[in-house]
């Protein structure tokens, strides 16, 4: 299962070779996380977890 390179307006998603690369995209907020964001972030983690080849997970802000 490989995990997909994603965008929404507060969560940016991507894979650069066995690196995940979460960012997160609220600068207006600070990246202060909401209730909808980290449920979010947390389905992107396991889907991450998941794909043998992802062997780091890096989050970010903008």
């Given at each position: 299962?490989?995990?997909?390179n994603?965008?929404?307006?507060?969560l940016?998603?991507?894979t650069?070779?066995?690196?995940?690369?979460?960012?997160?995209?609220?600068?207006?907020?600070?990246?202060?996380?909401?209730?909808?964001?980290?449920?979010?972030?947390?389905?992107?983690?396991?889907?991450?977890?998941?794909?043998?080849?992802v062997?780091?997970?890096?989050?970010?802000?903008?």
């Amino acid at each position: 299962m490989a995990l997909s390179n994603s965008s929404t307006e507060e969560l940016l998603v991507e894979t650069k070779g066995k690196v995940a690369v979460i960012t997160l995209n609220r600068p207006d907020r600070f990246n202060a996380i909401s209730t909808a964001m980290l449920n979010e972030l947390s389905a992107k983690i396991v889907e991450a977890n998941k794909d043998p080849d992802v062997r780091c997970i890096v989050l970010t802000g903008s």
